[in-house]
């Protein structure tokens, strides 16, 4: 028996991942394997509630189980209130912290028949299948951060600190998983102008030598931005700082027709967290009209990842493209002669493709 901390958290958060639990549902079902569901609060939603972000119930379900499924936390109800108790860094930040969670894994894979819905053109996204891993618990992100008052204003400062162990383990972890794949590595940095990044580039260049087998290259965060949208096909594994892998891999979510495609799992600790890469997209929340099919692969990299259960990632896979290709479509992906449904349908095909497959 697998138990499963279920946080949907805010804005869309509460309409996309119940379809994820029912597509594990009938998984369970189909490979006889017992899930044990609990919801906890978490983001604005436990503010509401209990005054914060992280309740400590919440991070105690959260460790007593076997993986964690998130939604997305915050909006524009909790937007004023001071950094530290906003829902994205009081629950976000202090749940990776909380679990370990070092490593985000953000796999960005273009399913064939969406090569129409990304706004870039086909024969640039088509072949798509890259991975984003980004540092999660150091760098910009938590170095120390201040705002004090001067004589002519204000001065903030955010600081990006990295120790050798912090990069060696990311490093690492790239390392290994471009050995699963295609063996190519792509190290992104700014070496140019960083004196993190300095270290970084020395720290990958000593761990290539343990992995002869794996092709290493370093890649300027800023040209790394222009490569991923003018030829995806040529990476394979990307590892990245903090900050660097927040912002590339929104962008490399372009290149799977929509933000809500991209799953994401954050791994290190003994318990993982899975979640889509997107927010809580408030714009559009309680119209039924978010896609939740990157929760539901962020569902099938659970299967993988903390489970063990490789065939069961693959049918849950292999049903979301069979949906795809058959013209179902969120609106975010959709297009001309395609059939436009909404997020509890989407989820209701990929369970029955689940049940059919
Ligand atoms: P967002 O990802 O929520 O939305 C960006 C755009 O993408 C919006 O137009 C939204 O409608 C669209 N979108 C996102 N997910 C979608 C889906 N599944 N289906 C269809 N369209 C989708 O980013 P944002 O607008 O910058 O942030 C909104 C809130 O979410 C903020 O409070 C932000 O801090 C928070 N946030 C949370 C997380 C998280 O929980 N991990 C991550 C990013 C942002």
Redesign the pocket.
Known sequence: MFKIAVLP?D??GPE?VPEAVKVLKAVGKKYGVDFDFREGLVGGAAIDATGTALPAETLQLCRESDAVLLG????PRWDNLPPAERP?TAA?LALRKGLGLYANLRPAYLFPALAEASPLRREIVEGTDLLVVRELTGGLYFGEKKRERTPSGEVAWDTLIYNTEEIERILRLGFELARQRRKKLTSVDKANVLITSRLWRETAERLAREYPDVELTHMYVDNCAMQLVRWPRQFDVLVMENTFGDILSDLSSVLTG???MLASASIGGKVALY??A???????AGQK???PL?TILSAALMLRVSFKLEEAAREVEAAVGRVLDKGFR?A?IMSEGKTLVNTEEMGTLVRQEVEEG
């Open positions: 958290g804005g869309i996309i997305a936390v915050g909006g994205e976000l929509s933000i809500g979640e889509p997107h927010g809580s997209a408030p714009d559009i009209k978010a896609n990157a969120t975010d």
